[in-house]
C-alpha cells in the first residue's frame, strides 16, 4: 500500500482511536474533576497523532524517524497515566486494559514503521509531489 497522506498511516490511524477511546473514558464524572489528569492523557494521546503526521509533513525519513520517537513516547505516556486513572478510580481494570493494549498495539505499529524506515534510510528524502523534482 503507498502512504500519499499521513492519514494512510495504520500507526496514525491507531492513535486516532487510542484517542477517542481517551476522550470518551476522560468524559466519564469522576475524570473529568480530575481537570490536570484529563488533560495530561487527552495531550499525551492528541501528541501521538500529531507528530505522525507532523513527521509525515517533513519529507525526510531523519525528520520523520525523530517525530516518529516523539509519538512513540507520547503512547508511554498515556499508559503511564492510564495507571493513576486506575488507581485513582476514574476507570475500571476492563478500560484501563482496553486502553493499555491499545496504547501498545500504536507503540507496536509505531515501531515496526522506524524499523522500516531505518532499514530503507538510503532513502533519505521521501518523493512526493511537493518535492519531485521536473
Do not use: C
Not at 509525515?56 to 524517524?65: T, V, Y
Not at 525523530?66 to 509519538?71: E, I
Not at 503511564?80 to 498495539?105: R, V
Request: glycine content about 6%; hydrophobic content about 35%; overall charge positive.
Amino acid at each position: 500500500m503507498s502512504i500519499e497522506r499521513f492519514e494512510d498511516i495504520q500507526a496514525w490511524q491507531k492513535a486516532r482511536e487510542l484517542t477517542h477511546m481517551i476522550y470518551m473514558m476522560t468524559k466519564e464524572p469522576r475524570f473529568v474533576k480530575d481537570v490536570w489528569l484529563r488533560n495530561q492523557i487527552r495531550s499525551a494521546s492528541g501528541s501521538i497523532m500529531a507528530n505522525i503526521a507532523e513527521g509525515f509533513d517533513s519529507r525526510s525519513n531523519p525528520e520523520f524517524l525523530r517525530f516518529l520517537g516523539y509519538a512513540r513516547r507520547s503512547a508511554s505516556e498515556v499508559q503511564s497515566h492510564l495507571y493513576i486513572a486506575l488507581d485513582e478510580g476514574y476507570i475500571t481494570q476492563t478500560q484501563f486494559q482496553q486502553a493499555y493494549h491499545l496504547a501498545e498495539e500504536t507503540k507496536g505499529l509505531i515501531g515496526g514503521f522506524i524499523r522500516y524506515l531505518t532499514k530503507h534510510s538510503h532513502l533519505k528524502d521521501r518523493q512526493t509531489p511537493q518535492n519531485r523534482k521536473p
